[in-house]
């Protein structure tokens, strides 16, 4: 088998695990609006939750709100998740993550701070509830911590290109193979990178 044909295979594979997943009203990977989520086949839950307003004078946003999560499954589809940002993985949030629908729900003990200026209240009775909107066939969600992330063509230090990412830019990832994390990108245009990096470039998916 080519590494090629395995790559469609493993796509394949994944997609047919996220229709399942769905169909059964399951949480299945996708971005789910300001939130992208990874399941792995075990189960487990990733993600990274992203919302701005405001413009400054750079053109970057004024405001912010943004976190990573991680869980695990709970009572039934549910699942019992952890929230915190690296700069202050310290502050970790405890929550709930429920399917809904063909969507999700979110509920957090408490709010993350400045997230009251840009984002709505997770931390309300219900919770917020949150549409899928593009369905994924990746197994994790991960952000860079490097100050440049290299693309590699091939699991190999050999293989570097010329394209990199950098610390804060989020990921998707679609396997892993020793040291390395076969991943995506897409920029704020929507043109999507792929490519092998390091998993050291990554911020680890727990706070601890």
């Not at 700069?87 to 709930?96: D, H, L, M, Q, T």
């Not at 992330?149 to 091939?154: G, P, Q």
Request: overall charge negative.
């Amino acid at each position: 088998m080519t590494r090629f044909t395995r790559s469609i295979t493993i796509a394949i594979l994944c997609a047919v695990f996220a229709i399942s997943a769905a169909a059964q009203g399951q949480i299945a990977s996708g971005e789910y609006g300001s939130l992208v989520l990874g399941v792995d086949l075990k189960g487990r839950l990733t993600g990274y939750f992203f919302e701005a307003t405001g413009v400054e004078d750079n053109g970057k946003p004024r405001f912010t709100c943004s976190f990573l999560l991680q869980g695990n499954r709970g009572g039934g589809d549910a699942y019992d998740v952890i929230t915190w940002h690296p700069n202050s993985p310290a502050e970790v949030i405890s929550g709930r993550l429920v399917p809904v629908g063909e969507g999700i729900e979110l509920k957090l003990d408490e709010s993350h701070g400045g997230c009251g200026n840009v984002a709505p209240d997770l931390s309300s009775d219900d919770g917020q509830s949150f549409e899928l909107t593009k369905a994924g066939t990746w197994t994790a969600v991960a952000m860079v911590r490097a100050p440049k992330a290299f693309f590699h063509t091939e699991a190999d230090a050999r293989a570097r290109g010329k394209a990199f990412i950098v610390r804060g830019d989020m990921v998707v990832i679609l396997r892993k193979a020793g040291g390395w994390a076969d991943i995506a990108f897409t920029n704020s245009t929507g043109r999507e990178t792929r490519g092998w990096i390091k998993l050291d470039d990554l911020y680890p998916d727990e706070p601890f």
